[in-house]
């Protein structure tokens, strides 16, 4: 039999086991320790991941979630909104110049890799902040120790995953090119896999590096990281993502011409790392549950943006419609941020208060309603508001950004405005109403929503956003607005 370091109360392992939930033990002396057991990482008294010890202060009293207003809320998230969204921007304006580079209309199954690879913030950098937040929420980082072994644990997990990803990325962009057009080029798809494996591992690693920083210097000024980190991932992570794209499929595509073993190579020296990052990730017990159990979320949302990617490739080919590239990034952008923001907070919020994970709820919650999940009193309620009510000023300030920058290839038409506005509400409408169901449901099975939420909800957004916007640009096509010399 074992118990708490302070030595007040003896807890066996079994009734650990069982109820998960022991509850509060305090020392005699209120400034010695104070524990609360909680079922998300490892428990001192046995190895099982079922529960886990959290130090909550050795001053005697509870950490408990701060208490934010809608006004606190908005005011977090505003800046790295609006941060996030002028990285979309850019991103576009990136998309809309490289998508007459040689690469591209020689290889057009290259578009069908950009939602999948910018998708990897999402499921990869978006993850791990919401991971790294909860974490950092509940006082498990707050030794420079349990700090490290997190840092580094997490940025091998993220290799491995980066790698495998874009891997199997290429594959789908070489599946989803060769089936409608029936012809095969091996060394266009060696191409795609060396290009896709490169640019997910160094934007991994570049945008893992800056997701840690943000989450410890939220941490350091006493600002929420559920608020800032996910948007701020958002923010770098499409423009350097796309920059990385396109010049590294640039640059390998002009070596086809020289020889023949420098797309080989590459795609075999990300590929020999891996087991590297294999066995970093599995020294750490936050992420060697993830290493083993972490890939039907990510590889599920890599299918699902690549879907999004074939209709971004089709559409973007046809010249009638090339205007559609300035505006891809922006919109599957925003709805991404805006989900991930909601799905970490609603994760840290069962985190903190939730009965625990997969054990059956008393009182069972029913699925929800559009009026429940926007209408309620309760704090996910009044951020979902929140952040729907900045998607309409938030894309009116990119469009106008865009049309003074003379980006894109369509007029800022009245029309236009409007069948845009209405396509990005709608996206954000779903997303965050399927926030609210699904990161219950994940919780109620067992499932770790920091871990399997947000690359399900970010691929999502990325289907909806790029086939909404293509459909706004086939109908305005169809009823006369076919206005596509700007940016020319």
């Not at 979630?65 to 850019?90: D, M």
């Not at 580094?152 to 990325?169: D, P, S």
């Not at 640059?251 to 590459?266: I, S």
């Not at 009116?396 to 069948?419: E, K």
Request: charged share 10%; net charge neutral; with cysteine.
């Amino acid at each position: 039999m074992k118990g708490c370091h302070c030595g007040i109360r003896q807890i066996t392992p079994q009734k650990c086991m069982s109820h998960h939930l022991v509850g509060y033990h305090k020392h005699k002396y209120s400034n010695q320790c104070l524990y609360q057991i909680n079922p998300v990482l490892s428990c001192p008294f046995h190895d099982s991941h079922l529960c886990s010890i959290m130090r909550i202060c050795k001053l005697g009293y509870i950490k408990t979630p701060l208490k934010e207003t809608s006004f606190s809320i908005g005011l977090q998230v505003v800046l790295p909104f609006l941060l996030a969204g002028f990285g979309t921007v850019a991103a576009g304006m990136v998309l809309d110049i490289v998508q007459h580079w040689t690469v591209f209309t020689e290889v057009t199954e290259v578009f069908i890799l950009v939602p999948a690879l910018l998708g990897l913030k999402g499921n990869l950098e978006m993850t791990l902040a919401s991971r790294l937040s909860t974490a950092a929420n509940i006082g498990q980082m707050d030794s420079a120790k349990d700090m490290w072994k997190m840092i580094v644990g997490n940025l091998a997990l993220i290799q491995v995953q980066a790698t495998v990803v874009g891997f199997l990325a290429s594959i789908a962009a070489v599946i989803f090119g060769w089936i409608p057009e029936g012809n095969f080029r091996l060394g266009h798809a060696i191409l795609l896999c060396a290009s896709s494996v490169a640019t997910a591992f160094i934007a991994s690693l570049i945008l893992g590096i800056i997701m840690i920083g943000v989450i410890i210097a939220s941490r350091k000024v006493g600002i929420n990281p559920d608020n800032v980190a996910t948007p701020i991932a958002a923010s770098l992570g499409d423009l350097i993502t796309l920059s990385l794209l396109a010049g590294i499929s640039t640059g390998l595509y002009k070596e086809l011409e020289f020889n023949d073993y420098a797309n080989p190579l590459v795609c075999a020296v990300f590929v020999a790392l891996t087991p590297l990052w294999v066995l970093i990730a599995r020294r750490i017990p936050s992420t060697r549950e993830v290493l083993y159990s972490g890939w039907e979320p990510v590889i599920i949302a890599m299918a699902i943006s690549s879907v999004g990617g074939l209709i971004l490739d089709k559409t973007v080919s046809n010249p009638n419609f090339a205007g559609m590239a300035v505006f891809t990034p922006v919109i599957n952008g925003v709805g991404g941020n805006l989900v991930a923001v909601q799905a970490s907070r609603i994760s840290t919020y069962l985190h903190m208060n939730g009965i625990p994970m997969g054990d059956p709820d008393p009182n069972p919650r029913k699925c929800p309603t559009p009026c429940t999940s926007f209408f309620g009193s309760n704090v996910n309620s009044r951020s979902a508001r929140v952040l729907f009510l900045l998607v309409a000023p938030g894309h009116l300030v990119f469009l106008y950004t865009i049309n003074s920058m003379q980006g894109g290839h369509t007029t800022l038409t009245s029309i236009f405005i409007a069948f845009y506005m209405a396509a990005a509400l709608l996206q954000v409408l779903i997303l965050l109403y399927l926030a609210d169901w699904m990161v219950h449901w994940m919780w109620s099975r067992g499932m770790n929503p920091d871990n399997f939420s947000i690359p399900y909800l970010t691929a999502l957004g990325d289907l909806l956003g790029t086939g909404f916007l293509a459909l706004c640009f086939h109908v305005l096509w169809l009823i006369g607005d076919r206005d596509t010399d700007v940016g020319d």
